[in-house]
């Protein structure tokens, strides 16, 4: 599969908030699905599965080695860094190097939360359920989007306004050590990361998004950020127990 020229913003990524990009550009209405189109979307697709696939695979491995939390200020540097080297080299032969690289970190820092709450009485059926849900959540959205003859991408500036907000509220609920607003950007994480999927896909059926590696990344991006935000929420009162 060879990437495809595109017009593409960095992204920005803290705490459980990733800023996908893209959401500038303006996709064009088209009456049926193009061929280029077509084929974004299945490189695309099978892209974006091995990257969750792979990314699973890490965070299972830190459960199991017992891996310590990375921190926010390397959880920072690391996801942004790695966003900026894909936005980078999206259209050479390090794309796909890159997207592996930056979806098996995004695995090692959802690992150590994974195994903390799998510590709690009914931790396991609590990440089986955030699974679910976000595999679902995903299926649904995504079908809407291939299926709906309405382009979502105009809500993609809303959306990312949506998700700066939610990624300075969540920095200052980590530094002022304010739980019930941690809660509250969660379940607005949830929210907008849900919409990003189906603008994301949106994007790719109408021709806004030509290149497949970026594209797998949107998706990734808020595929994680809605399944860490269902894992925050549906783990309510776990630690307590």
């Known amino acids: 599969m060879e990437p495809l020229q595109t017009r593409s913003t960095e992204r920005n990524t803290a705490v459980a908030v990733a800023l996908p990009a893209g959401l500038a550009g303006r996709a064009a209405t088209t009456p049926a699905r193009s061929a280029a189109a077509t084929r974004v979307l299945r490189n695309a697709y099978a892209l974006l599965a091995m990257t969750l696939l792979f990314s699973a695979g890490i965070a299972a491995l ?12 390397l959880s920072l ?30 695995g090692y820092t959802i690992g150590p939360v994974i195994a903390k709450t799998l510590s709690w009485s009914g931790g396991a059926q609590v990440v ?28 993609g500036g809303m959306l990312f306004a949506g998700l700066v907000v939610a990624l300075v509220a969540g920095l200052a609920a980590v530094f002022l050590q304010i739980p019930a607003l941690g809660l509250a950007v969660s379940a607005m994480v949830a929210l907008l990361a849900a919409g990003m999927i189906l603008v994301e896909t949106s994007r790719i059926v109408h021709g806004g998004e030509t290149n497949y590696v970026m594209a797998a990344v949107g998706l990734y991006v808020s595929i994680f950020n809605l399944f860490s ?13």
């Open 128 to 155: 089986a359920m955030a699974l679910g849900t976000t595999g679902l959540a995903t299926l649904a959205l995504s079908a809407w989007a291939l299926n709906s003859k309405r382009n979502f991408s105009a809500w």
């Open 229 to 241: 935000s269902l894992l925050t929420l549906l783990g309510l009162g776990g630690s307590d127990e």
């Open 62 to 73: 830190g459960v199991a080695m017992k891996w310590p939390a990375p921190g926010l200020l």
């Open 77 to 106: 540097a690391g996801s942004l860094g790695l966003l900026f080297l894909v936005h980078a080299v999206r259209n050479s032969g390090w794309a796909l190097p890159a997207v592996f690289a930056f979806t098996g970190f995004m």
